[in-house]
């Protein structure tokens, strides 16, 4: 029988022992950067915008002028001058006049606010009406209150977005140091197994797990490398393994992992590197091992293709993410459960869910039925310590 | 002065007239397929497992001849054989026997249940003694459980996901039908604006927005043809418009929108296509253009990066989805503001904030600052008809 580990311990151990060596750094371009993690924190080289800038069309004033107008009594400037889009405003604004400036043209030297086109009237003669006041700094943006030179915008670790993108161009950054894409070793084990590109013979299924984990990887910006299927022998699973765990940063094999004649990843593991865990207290997800090969973490995922799929996401993705200096962003939300479910195995149980809203219904499923995943979009946790839940309770509940 | 839109009418009135069409359908591998979107409806060519399958390692029997046995009167049956991974069984099981299955094996013909090995007791001669009753169907999958011959189980439009991936492995499915990539045009209108490769001059700004919408184009599988800059003048973004729209399904033309003597893009649109909406009833993002031009879809983007984010976000992005079949995620949780926010412009206002569990702190934004929606990881609205918001209120707030 094996011993069982609680998942959170099991994270807490890959996390401290895996988690804190990165990736090696590589500069990317700006294309190439979106969704990657930055390996270094991005520090403004200059200020964003570095004139103060108009966000309107209209005049370029200077506040005082127009103190106390009003309807009544308006301020009348002189229009001196015109900012061209792209080109620099050096001309001193003096007081009494009034410089015109494009949406997104630079302010005159002395200008401290704008004033919209259609609160000003044309008198003639380059004279114009001002009938409200206007505040130092009204509409418009200052040197540097975007980004002020000096200040670290985006830190190591964060995932470039939309917007990051954005920024990284206002900031003229074009090449982008990202930390490198961890490299993970994937392969599954098992007699029954056939390549989903293959006919089924009586007694097969079809090989999962490879497809679904590679896809799991590079969505975490993994480089994934599929050795395939390798069968239930000792010598070409362990052959397998030396081969691969060279050239990987984690190795992910499925299978082979219980305490059966035919599991051989127990002993394989003890052979070629340490066993830091062999089950977890987990349903479902028990035959799981986790163990190091040439400093590198290996999983011994189980063959079932949604224990596998809840053991990568929960143990396996953390250490890929934090390779890349970055945390799995909790994408829990608060919902009701539409009925009861029952759990009384002494262990913790993921339950797939559908989410609508703030109700969560349980998505039946058996161990290895993919498929039911696929039905789902969210999951919970029953704690091992609670023999189930019930109807109406409130449980966090994890998106997929 | 623009007749402007309310946003939800401008959203309804893009879907309607565009969203209708979509992009046509190509077959990609299974590695390709993931994060595309299905452009049929994937049916089960076959049962799945297409035999019955043992979840545990242990005994294949009839249930009815362990029925009343117990601790002390246990039933006996004799092991008339054993299934092999990956081999079919087809030696029909009789009546007082029991046959080795190990986890994933196949039962044979008439077993109707499994026990697991630990609740048996080899009496030696091939006679083990079972203590407890199995229920039919107990410890194992049946045929056709996962997956039934010609269900449908996963439909048109649907996003490729991780457990989707494995559940098209699962049925063979190497050839997926997905959407084609919509094509995007994106160009930048502005004298002001450079490359973000080139050295500012002063009065200049860098180009933010062709990178920042390509990203966002390709996270929705979208593919970008980015024209990069065109100058404020009205040939020059005319030609531009012309040469792109033939190539294009949507085109994003940012800058040049609003009602000043260098915004040529109304102009522009009337003499290419029809302008549908000039003007939106949102902050930012009020001079927005929606048009048509050869029946494709023109939007006239603001010039400033921040309400081309969520203008984009909010009128183009669900129309890249429909294009592929998809609508958006809503990605929306219910939080309470930390601190008041004023409106008061009889617009809606989007307002960028960060979230943190079920609590939302405004994040302050002058239009234009890109970076500050990198500092934030959600928004909200304000309705166009309130002045604001209280402390504390509660808010619908969309994740970024």
Known sequence: MLSVVPIKDALELVLNRFGAKKTSTEMVSLIEAHGRRLAEDIIAQEDVPDFNRSTVDGFAVQSADLRGCSDSIPALLQKSGESLMGQPNETALLPGNCVYVPTGGALPPGADAMVMLEFTEDLGGGQFAFYKPAAPGANLILRGEDLRQGEAILKAGRKIGVADTGTLAALGVNSVPVFSKPIVGILS??????????????????????????????????????????????????????????????????????VGEKDNMPKIMTELGEMLIHGLAVKPGKPTILGEMEGKAVFGLPGNPVAAFFIFDYLAKPLILAMQGGTPEADTVEARLTRAVSSNHGREEFVLARLDGTEAEPVPSKSGLISTVSRANAYFIIPRDQEGLPKGALIQVTRL
Do not use: F, H, W
């Not at 056939?194 to 079809?206: A, F, M």
């Not at 599929?226 to 239930?232: L, P, Y």
């Open 189 to 258: 084990t098992g007699d029954e197994l056939v390549p989903p590109t293959e006919d089924l013979q009586p007694g097969q299924i079809r090989d999962v797990n490879t497809d679904m984990l590679r896809a799991a990887v590079e969505e975490q910006n993994g480089m994934a490398i599929c050795k395939g299927i390798v069968k239930d022998d000792y010598a070409a699973l362990r052959d397998a393994c030396m081969d691969l765990i060279p050239k990987v940063d984690i190795l992910l094999v499925s299978g082979g992992t219980s």
